[in-house]
């Protein structure tokens, strides 16, 4: 059975930084490519960035890049969204996505 457990969300200040993790399991996590989106509230669910299963190449959206970095260990089967120089506007439930599948997603809180 597919598993995407995303942790590490919390509350930040804007300007800062912080780290969100997924740990996959059920699949061949080093085949396939990943993905981290975001919900905001009210908002749809929108795509942040992605990485190929050998890290050869990453995408970004137009809001998070220059600012967000994704990142792989397949050995750990674990994405990764690094976040810095984080804004108001970055404040959403991120969610990582495998295969079409979806975690629970961790809550990220920018605010002063």
């Known amino acids: 059975q597919v598993q995407l457990v995303e942790s590490g969300g919390g509350l930040v200040q804007p300007g800062g930084s912080l780290s969100v993790s997924c740990v996959a399991s059920?699949?061949?996590?080093?085949?396939?490519?990943m993905s981290w989106y975001r919900q905001a509230p009210g908002k749809e669910r929108e795509w942040v960035a992605s990485i190929t299963a050998t890290s050869s190449r990453r995408n970004y959206s137009d809001s998070v890049k220059g600012r967000f970095t994704i990142s792989r260990v397949n050995a750990k089967k674990t994405v990764y969204l690094q976040m810095n120089s984080l804004k108001p506007e970055d404040t959403a439930v991120y969610y990582c996505?495998?295969?079409?599948?979806w975690g629970q997603g961790t809550q990220v809180t920018v605010s002063s």
């Open positions: 996505n495998g295969l079409g599948w």
């Open positions: 059920g699949f061949a996590f080093a085949s396939y490519a």
